[in-house]
């Protein structure tokens, strides 16, 4: 499985074996993430292992997973410095899906304290992972997302390339599966918004942008294994215009 596949199968994963991965394998995500290109060339980031197999190193928060590995990324915090954990993080966890083992992104948890300060900069994300005690694959069908229809406005007729990256796009994992990305697209450009979630719009706004990262992930290796050229940019035009519902996040050129 590589991992384009891995977005068609993954789910969340949140009951583990408590038990140890190999070290090789531990060492090669930890290359793959150390090797990844960022979204954003100049903010620097830090990946950091955490294994709670020996030690419980704690992770704490109303909805945490437990679990016998953690990656963790901390952050310069600048710019887009969110959108890239996001996109660096659901990477990482589409990696570690096609080798065979689950993962759980905690937006709801967060190291304690002691953990925290051995991070270089601020702490975002992590992502939980190990061996799943259950099944670790679904048929994307299972997934719940919402309809096509009510994320895409389609301005003119698109081939199935296209429709395919908006499908990989639309089942990427969310907090609370609140799915806030939204598109409106032509055949040679996509406009990503993020949706204003008016009554938590402080609250979601954080996690809302570590989401489009997320998403925007799944977009970008659905471009590659398709074969399509893309390139991001931040359009003058739509940047600096008020919309009711939504916030304009960035352009994909296509082409
Ligand atoms: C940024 C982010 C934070 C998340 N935080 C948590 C969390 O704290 N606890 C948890 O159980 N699940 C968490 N999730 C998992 C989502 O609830 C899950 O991705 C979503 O419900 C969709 O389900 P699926 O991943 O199985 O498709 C988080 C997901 C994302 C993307």
């Known amino acids: 499985m590589n991992m384009y596949e891995a977005i068609f199968s993954r789910k969340s994963i949140r009951h583990y074996k408590n038990e140890a991965i190999e070290w090789e394998v531990l060492s090669d995500i930890l290359q793959f993430a150390d090797e990844l290109p960022k979204l954003v060339d100049d ?5 950091k292992l955490v294994s709670n197999i020996e030690t419980k190193q704690g992770f704490y928060g109303p909805f945490t997973v437990k679990a016998p590995y953690y990656i963790c990324i901390s952050s310069e915090k600048k710019g887009d ?15 570690i899906t096609s080798k065979g083992l689950g993962t759980c992104f905690l937006g709801g948890a967060a190291p304690g304290k002691g953990l925290k300060d051995t991070m270089r900069y601020d702490y975002v994300i992590s992502l939980a992972f190990g061996i799943p005690s259950g099944t670790l694959y679904r048929d994307s069908h299972e997934a719940k997302r919402l309809d096509e229809e009510e994320l895409v406005v389609y301005k003119e007729d698109v081939d199935s390339d296209i429709r395919q990256m908006i499908t990989a796009a639309r089942l990427a994992p969310s907090s609370l599966n609140n799915q806030p990305w939204r598109f409106v697209v032509y055949k040679n450009r996509i406009h990503i918004f993020i949706r204003k979630n008016i009554a938590l719009y402080k609250v979601m706004d954080s996690i809302n942008k570590i989401d489009i990262g997320i998403m925007l992930a799944n977009l970008l290796i659905a471009a590659e294994e398709l074969w399509i050229d893309v390139s991001i940019s931040k359009l003058d035009s739509l940047k600096n215009k008020d919309f009711k519902n939504n916030q304009y996040v960035l352009t994909m050129t296509i082409g």
Do not use: D, R, V
């Open 43 to 47: 903010i620097a980031i830090e990946f």
């Open 81 to 95: 410095y969110l959108i890239n954990a996001g996109y660096m993080m659901e990477q990482i966890s589409l990696y």
